[in-house]
């Protein structure tokens, strides 16, 4: 459904006089934001998306298209033809930051997909991904501000499409989404967090590692939000969250989790002791396999 147009309204006999507009939904605001092109649209976007317009969580929106907006560079590729190179360079550690910065910028468009893409949910659950879209647009614009002490712009290095092809895999299935999406790649970042920042710390990147205590901090609340809408759609129809997971994970092809795990994260972020336990076992199984496997 598109935003109701323009009435024209009758004020008095012989006059006709515009009505105000229509307030355009929380939701297609979203879809605007995600369809900005250009890094500074899509962040003042996001900041001008308006609290208190109505929800509108009933609307079918049409996709325009062209989705998720955004710039030329970087330029993307498959993840094997991005090169990790040593932390403890300048050229490196931008890399790295502009890796990172790279997954924000990736985040914003992927809370904002959620809003607008999938109607029929309570208002709260669309107000929760706006306040993840905002503290992602933030992250963004951290790791910016500190890749440009560096000497970098976003842009500058090729980057992975990997966050994005996920959502495209899960376009159709909010459950699916929200088990694979926040719940899988948001909460890895959970676990690959305090190595990064380490990393950054022993190159004496105070900055970059406070900026990664930052995200740390946010990203446990932005997989709690995943995991309690994840339980929610579950309960609604009528699946067990724990058997419902790995379901999910091998009809889209989600990328195996390796550990080290980042436990108190995950327990911070709403993981329940049985799913600590399956990832603990899944992780256990497949270092087995890799181990029995012939070597050549
Ligand atoms: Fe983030
Ligand atoms: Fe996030």
Not at 77 to 97: D, E, F, H, I, K
Not at 158 to 181: C, F, I, Q, S, Y
Request: hydrophobic letters at 45%; one cysteine or more.
């Amino acid at each position: 459904m598109t935003e109701r147009p323009l009435q024209p309204v009758r004020h008095d006999a012989g006059s006709v006089q515009p009505a105000a507009p229509a307030p355009v939904s929380l939701r297609t605001q979203a879809l605007q934001a995600l369809a900005c092109v250009e890094w500074p649209d899509k962040l003042a976007a996001v900041a001008a998306i308006d609290d208190a317009a109505p929800v509108r969580a009933d609307a079918v929106l049409d996709d325009p298209g062209g989705l998720p907006g955004r710039p030329a560079r970087p330029e993307l590729g498959p993840p094997s033809q991005v090169r990790q190179r040593s932390v403890n360079t300048v050229p490196g550690r931008a890399a790295m930051l502009h890796a990172i910065a790279h997954i924000e910028f990736n985040a914003i468009n992927l809370a904002l997909d959620v809003i607008w893409r999938f109607p029929g949910m309570p208002d709260a659950f669309y107000r929760d991904w706006l306040t993840v879209a905002r503290e992602e647009a933030y992250h963004f614009g951290l790791l910016r501000e500190h890749l440009a002490t560096l000497g970098h712009v976003y842009g500058d290095f090729p980057a992975h499409n990997g966050l994005w092809d996920m959502a495209e895999k899960t376009r159709d299935d909010l459950l699916a989404r929200l088990a694979l999406v926040p719940r899988t790649l948001e909460a890895r970042g959970l676990d690959a967090s305090p190595l990064i920042r380490d990393k950054l710390a022993r190159a004496g990147d105070a900055q970059g590692a406070a900026i990664l205590d930052i995200l740390l901090r946010d990203e446990i609340g932005h997989v709690a939000i995943g995991n309690r809408w994840y339980r929610w759609v579950c309960a609604g129809r009528g699946l067990d969250p724990l058997a419902t997971y790995p379901v999910m994970a091998e009809r889209y092809l989600a990328p195996r989790l390796r550990g080290p795990f980042n436990w108190a994260a995950r327990r911070a972020a709403g993981f329940e002791p049985e799913e600590l336990a399956a990832l603990a076992a899944a992780d256990e199984q497949a270092r087995h396999d890799a181990e029995a496997r012939p070597r050549t």
